[in-house]
């Protein structure tokens, strides 16, 4: 039941959002590709992170992802010793020598850049009651702790109390299991099953490589040729050698692997 009430509300969020990212713009093949790997702090519950998310799906760009839920610690710290603050999201783009805040300055940014021009970003992506507010509402489909809005606690039931103001849960540390090598998540932007997946990569601070393949993408040839089939979420885990479909099976791996474990608390001393 509760598999089934996440796949229908991620398949609401994407309609609040009419399904955007879900196809690459046309002409894809004659833009400047960025020669190295750009990386963005982002939070997947965050509307603004999700209007660029569409922008990269929808120009073929891939990134490597470092999540920064609320109260995360694996990455939140790095982001402020780069940027100066705790804002997402956040593109490092070393091809080009910048690093930028604001959706709207990013999007123009990769529009210009590796795409057909800003003027062509679409009014959903923009500011505005249009582009932001259906943003927020498909943020507010998907609004549990573990939905890539909180860092993940260690148990649902801590996790959940994240929602308390107050709670003694905003205070649980955790530790994390280490990412050696690199995980890759094929995905597309629109698709409700790869956002369930993006959500637990989030919630558990799990860096990642976004390798964006929406319809049109010409590199999906290349994928098939990995993967034996055109079908997603599929994640590539070179920490274990895992390969796998299914956003349910993707999620029950990630949290089997990395879920972090609580740090307990100081113990005190009794005075003799």
Same mark, same amino acid.
């Given at each position: 039941?509760?598999?089934?009430?996440?796949?229908?509300?991620?398949?609401?969020?994407?309609?609040?959002? /009419?399904?955007?990212?879900? #196809?690459? *713009? +046309?002409?894809?093949? =004659?833009?400047?590709?960025?020669?190295?790997?750009?990386?963005? &702090?982002?939070?997947?519950?965050?509307?603004?992170?999700?209007?660029?998310?569409?922008?990269?799906?929808?120009?073929?760009?891939?990134?490597?992802?470092?999540?920064?839920?609320?109260?995360?610690?694996?990455?939140?710290?790095?982001?402020?010793?780069?940027?100066?603050?705790?804002?997402?999201?956040? /593109?490092?783009?070393?091809? #080009?020598? *910048? +690093?930028?805040?604001? =959706?709207?300055?990013?999007?123009?940014?990769?529009?210009?850049? &590796?795409?057909?021009?800003?003027?062509?970003?679409?009014?959903?992506?923009?500011?505005?009651?249009?582009?932001?507010?259906?943003?927020?509402?498909?943020?507010?489909?998907?609004?549990?702790?573990?939905?890539?809005?909180?860092?993940?606690?260690?148990?649902?039931?801590?996790?959940?109390?994240?929602?308390?103001?107050?709670?003694?849960?905003?205070?649980?540390?955790?530790?994390?299991?280490?990412?050696?090598?690199?995980?890759?998540?094929?995905?597309?932007?629109?698709?409700?099953?790869?956002?369930?997946?993006?959500?637990?990569?989030?919630?558990?601070?799990?860096?990642?490589?976004?390798?964006?393949?929406?319809?049109?993408?010409?590199?999906?040839?290349?994928?098939?040729?990995?993967?034996?089939?055109?079908?997603?979420?599929?994640?590539?885990?070179?920490?274990?050698?895992?390969?796998?479909?299914?956003?349910?099976?993707?999620?029950?791996?990630?949290?089997?692997?990395?879920?972090?474990?609580?740090?307990?608390?100081?113990?005190?001393?009794?005075?003799?």
């Amino acid at each position: 039941m509760r598999h089934a009430i996440n796949t229908a509300t991620s398949i609401a969020a994407s309609m609040a959002r /009419l399904t955007h990212g879900s #196809k690459v *713009v +046309e002409g894809v093949q =004659s833009f400047a590709r960025p020669e190295k790997l750009m990386t963005i &702090y982002l939070k997947e519950s965050c509307p603004f992170s999700r209007k660029v998310r569409e922008g990269l799906s929808e120009l073929d760009i891939d990134v490597q992802v470092k999540p920064c839920p609320i109260e995360g610690t694996r990455f939140r710290p790095e982001l402020v010793t780069r940027g100066g603050k705790e804002q997402v999201p956040y /593109l490092v783009d070393m091809n #080009k020598g *910048v +690093e930028l805040y604001e =959706s709207s300055v990013i999007l123009n940014h990769i529009y210009k850049e &590796y795409g057909p021009g800003p003027e062509h970003i679409s009014i959903l992506m923009q500011p505005g009651v249009i582009g932001t507010g259906s943003s927020r509402l498909a943020t507010l489909m998907r609004a549990l702790p573990w939905h890539g809005l909180f860092q993940y606690k260690g148990d649902d039931k801590t996790s959940m109390k994240t929602l308390i103001p107050g709670s003694e849960a905003h205070k649980t540390d955790v530790v994390h299991p280490p990412v050696h090598k690199p995980i890759h998540l094929y995905s597309f932007e629109g698709s409700p099953y790869c956002r369930i997946v993006r959500e637990a990569l989030d919630s558990l601070e799990i860096p990642y490589y976004l390798h964006n393949v929406a319809r049109g993408s010409p590199r999906r040839e290349e994928f098939i040729k990995l993967s034996g089939k055109m079908q997603v979420p599929f994640i590539h885990d070179e920490n274990t050698g895992t390969k796998m479909f299914e956003s349910k099976d993707i999620v029950d791996y990630l949290y089997k692997n990395y879920k972090p474990s609580p740090i307990p608390p100081p113990s005190s001393s009794s005075s003799p």
